[in-house]
């Protein structure tokens, strides 16, 4: 089994800052992508940012030059630093993971349970 745990939401004005992290457990071979999604209330839910292995980062066009997204390969953990917050940023923002459980196994889809985060004065 794979356990995926999110902290770091919360309610911040507009133009503050938080940051999320999410940690992967459990029988785990190998990490391939990991990255966040959020879902607003009414819409679907959406990629905000993926890293892979080897580093190499993608974003949404929306949070492109205020979010940055890093990982310690180590801990099994993806952060997600959110800077200049808006209030079209609020959503239930969801931890991915792309994971390997054996050297034999392919690659599955595991999702953390979602953080709130509200940006509103």
């Known amino acids: 089994q794979v356990q995926l745990v999110e902290s770091g939401g919360g309610l911040v004005q507009p133009g503050g800052s938080l940051r999320l992290s999410c940690a992967a457990s459990?029988?785990?071979?190998?990490?391939?992508?990991m990255g966040w999604y959020r879902q607003a209330p009414g819409n679907q839910r959406e990629l905000v940012a993926t890293?892979?292995?080897?580093?190499?980062?993608n974003y949404a066009a929306s949070v492109k030059g205020r979010f940055t997204i890093s990982r310690d390969n180590a801990k099994n953990t993806v952060y997600l630093l959110m800077n200049s917050l808006k209030p079209e940023d609020t959503a239930v923002y969801y931890c991915?993971?792309?994971?390997?459980?054996?050297?034999?196994?392919?690659?599955?889809?595991?999702w953390g349970q979602g953080t709130q985060v509200t940006v509103s004065s």
């Open positions: 890293i892979r292995s080897s580093g190499s980062t």
């Open positions: 991915y993971t792309l994971i390997a459980q054996r050297y034999d196994s392919a690659y599955d889809d595991y």
């Open positions: 459990g029988t785990i071979f190998s990490v391939n992508t």
